[in-house]
């Protein structure tokens, strides 16, 4: 699986965890240049806290276009040290 943005490839990875129907990313398969830490974060009562990153390619920001949940619940450990894309970001074959 491919996600991509702005016709860069944002994350390549055979290994992908599919929750909720988002692919999540093992965090080494992302390139860390087009991704940048956000203030962002939101609460899901079964997987616990997500962190949010903005998703950049060259001087386009695609503001909390990625997420990651650092500490997940124990029902979500599955996508522990996994990111997952939104927002217009594409995850193709």
């Known amino acids: ?14 290994d992908t ?3 909720e129907g988002n692919h999540y990313f093992p965090a080494d398969s992302v390139n860390p240049e087009n991704l940048r830490e956000s203030d962002t974060s939101t609460r899901c009562v ?8 903005d998703v950049v390619v060259g001087d386009d920001v695609n503001a909390d276009a990625a997420w990651t949940y650092p500490e997940p619940l124990r029902a979500a450990e ?15 074959e």
């Open 78 to 92: 599955n996508i522990r040290g996994r990111i997952a894309f939104w927002k217009g970001v594409q995850v193709v």
């Open 17 to 19: 965890v599919i929750v």
């Open 46 to 53: 079964w997987k616990g806290t997500a962190s949010y990153y």
């Open 1 to 14: 699986m491919r996600a991509m943005w702005n016709d860069r490839v944002i994350a390549d990875s055979e």
